[in-house]
């Protein structure tokens, strides 16, 4: 009875440290702006590159940390899932349950679009069927109390991924006037959702006032003392943007430092959860603490 009694012990512990090792890291942030008053105190989860990692069964412990955060709506910035469902529906379960409690809206990363036209076409039917907005290159407007919030989703060109450090890089960097060749500059405050954050000058020069992006895995080392990553996945060295907020005038973004990836490619970098809660700045400007 005893040694029953002891494995019983054993395996509940053992349970609970692999349900602990499958909770992310919630990351709060507020942004303030010069939005609607309708939309003051909004909550935004922010998922990105999860890379098929499954936080246990149908990703319930993500789900979960997600309904603590309390959203008012979630954004998936990319590199959900590179298998179409046919070859694993895991990932594709996991959106459907958060969309079934709230708006997911989604925007595709370099890991979908480098599949085959129709493996790619497949993964965004997929992530439709589960009940996320699938936003390629298009607009969804939130509504409150008779205002509205535009979110941008850009599905960026697969040769704008990769290292900017030679001349035919340089020449086919992503600009203010391409992204205004995709939308028109907003008139107003709006959230642009981005995989990639590289091209954040530009997507402030467009007109964004928060860009919300992932891709860099948070510099895959994270560095004691040092907000920045050691490495994009371009390879580069030190990425400007790896992972945390930035401002540029006043376009603010926050970048996830990623849900997944192989771990041996993370280094002291637990899987993240960001949760972004629009806050309306007085009249005379934001608060200065913030």
Request: aromatic letters at 10%; charged letters at 20%; hydrophobic letters at 40%.
């Amino acid at each position: 009875m005893r040694k029953r009694t002891a494995a019983a012990l054993l395996c509940a512990a053992g349970a609970a440290a692999l349900g602990a090792s499958c909770v992310p890291r919630t990351v709060r942030y507020d942004v303030w702006a010069d939005l609607p008053a309708a939309f003051d105190g909004l909550r935004i989860a922010h998922l990105s590159d999860l890379h098929g990692r499954r936080f246990g069964k149908d990703g319930r412990f993500l789900v979960e940390a997600v309904r603590r955060a309390r959203p008012d709506l979630a954004v998936f910035t990319g590199d959900l899932e590179e298998l179409p469902p046919e070859e694993d529906p895991r990932a594709y379960r996991l959106l459907h349950a958060l969309a079934a409690e709230l708006t997911v809206l989604y925007v595709p990363g370099n890991h979908e679009q480098r599949q085959t036209p129709a493996r790619y076409a497949r993964i965004l039917e997929a992530v439709r069927r589960a009940g996320a907005v699938c936003l390629c290159n298009e607009r969804y407007t939130l509504r409150r109390a008779g205002a509205s919030l535009p979110f941008y989703g850009l599905e960026l060109p697969l040769r704008y991924y990769h290292a900017q450090y030679d001349a035919e890089s340089r020449a086919s960097y992503f600009s203010a006037s391409r992204l205004a060749a995709v939308f028109p500059p907003p008139q107003g405050f709006c959230v642009l959702l981005a995989h990639d954050p590289l091209f954040f000058p530009a997507y402030a020069r467009w007109g964004a006032g928060l860009v919300l992006a992932g891709h860099m895995h948070g510099g895959a080392v994270a560095l004691a003392g040092a907000q920045g990553g050691l490495l994009s996945p371009e390879r580069e060295f030190f990425p400007r943007f790896s992972g945390g907020r930035y401002r540029l005038g006043r376009a603010q973004m926050v970048v996830s430092r990623g849900l997944g990836g192989k771990p041996a490619l993370r280094f002291g970098l637990p899987p993240e959860l960001p949760v972004i809660t629009l806050r309306k700045e007085p009249s005379h400007g934001s608060p200065a603490n913030h």
